[in-house]
Nanobody, 122 residues
Framework: VQLQASGGGLVQAGGSLRLSCAASGRTFSSYVMGWFRQAPGKEREFVAAINWSGGSTYYTDFVKGRFTISRDNAKNTVYLQMNSLNSEDTAVYYC????????????????WGQGTLVTVSS
């Protein structure tokens, strides 16, 4: 599976962005998809994940109520809608894919996209 993330950019605090991650391969619908992020000088951290059908999602506490992960298996694409952004959300955002269950540990994910930069100005 090859992943291509897009949609990052510069946004003011309180604003919104929607990230997309397009996947190649015919088995996209069988993979759990996740979003991670890495802020400057910090370790990569889990943001959200969604199961193969889209029926189950999992979020880290600091994005609950603000971010929404979704997927469109017909388009081989997973999305991350980000609302009420603040400066602490500034990071490179990565999409990732894994076979198996929902999970938040990055070592569980087998495939990674190249990342898209989100910058939130205060």
């Amino acid at each position: 599976v090859q992943l291509q993330a897009s949609g990052g950019g510069l946004v003011q605090a309180g604003g919104s962005l929607r990230l997309s991650c397009a996947a190649s391969g015919r088995t996209f619908s069988s993979y759990v998809m996740g979003w991670f992020r890495q802020a400057p000088g910090k370790e990569r951290e889990f943001v959200a994940a969604i199961n193969w059908s889209g029926g189950s999602t999992y979020y880290t506490d600091f994005v609950k109520g603000r971010f929404t992960i979704s997927r469109d298996n017909a388009k081989n694409t997973v999305y991350l809608q980000m609302n009420s952004l603040n400066s602490e959300d500034t990071a490179v955002y990565y999409c990732a894919a894994r076979a198996g269950r929902l999970g938040y540990a990055d070592y569980l994910y087998e495939y990674w996209g190249q990342g898209t930069l989100v910058t939130v100005s205060s």
